[in-house]
């Protein structure tokens, strides 16, 4: 049984430019959250996908954005990339009640 | 929002040693985990306990939810249990800063 499965695992990208990184859940599970932990800090939530619509959201900006698929499937968009979003991408994924699984992560590097 | 404060930030420990993390929480929650963040990133659920104790192999979990914390005991570490520990709660999961633990053969 696959746990959850994130892509790619490095990404170097330039300021300005537009960024899409990939989450599939843990077979069972509906719900898939987003986070991004920044070096030393504890991940912080992005937001919180359910049936294909975004149901809650963290604060950040209108630049990033979302998107999940009929399998569950998800994707997170970053657009006008800035230095400060580099960080580790975290996928999450659960059934909506009891404990989340994630995924090992999206290292972005905006340089 | 809830806030979820962790100590010690940092632990060095000589393997074999016994230690203890505290979480302390601001809020009543309804949702408590532990996580293990290995070198490489990835985080590890090690324990769903929003009241309670639990145990599993040399780790173990208690929560006091009507006092806001959480400890979680690690016996008899092993350098494979170095890295962060988090703990979170609620949901979404809000988490802490972390206790980075390194253990020293």
């Known amino acids: 049984d696959a746990g959850v499965t994130q892509s790619p695992t490095h990404l170097i990208k330039t300021r300005g430019q537009q960024v899409t990184l990939r989450c599939s859940p843990k077979?069972?599970?509906?719900?898939v959250s987003w986070y991004q932990q920044a070096l030393g800090q504890g991940p912080q939530f992005i937001f919180q996908?359910?049936?294909?619509?975004?149901?809650q959201r963290g604060n950040f900006p209108d630049r990033f954005s979302g998107h999940q698929f009929p399998n569950y499937s998800s994707e997170l968009n970053v657009n006008a990339l800035l230095l400060g979003d580099s960080a580790l991408y975290l996928c999450?994924?659960?059934?909506?009640?009891?404990?989340?699984?994630f995924g090992s992560g999206t290292r972005l590097t905006v340089v | 929002g809830i806030q979820v404060e962790q100590s010690p930030p940092d632990l060095i420990l000589q393997e074999g040693a016994n230690s203890t993390l505290r979480c302390n929480f601001s809020?009543?929650?309804?949702?408590l985990q532990w996580f293990h963040q290995n070198p490489w990133g990835q985080l590890i659920n090690l324990f769903y306990?929003?009241?309670g104790t639990k145990q599993n192999g040399r780790l173990s979990a208690t929560t006091v939810a009507t006092e806001r914390y959480s400890l979680l005991y690690i016996s008899s570490s092993q350098t494979t249990d170095s890295g962060v520990y988090f703990c979170?709660?609620?949901?979404?999961?809000?988490f802490g800063k972390g206790t980075r633990l390194s253990v020293i053969a």
């Open positions: 077979s069972g599970h509906d719900t």
């Open positions: 809020d009543s929650v309804n949702n």
């Open positions: 999450a994924s659960s059934t909506g009640t009891g404990f989340d699984t």
């Open positions: 979170a709660v609620a949901t979404p999961l809000v």
């Open positions: 306990i929003p009241s």
């Open positions: 996908y359910y049936e294909e619509e975004e149901r």
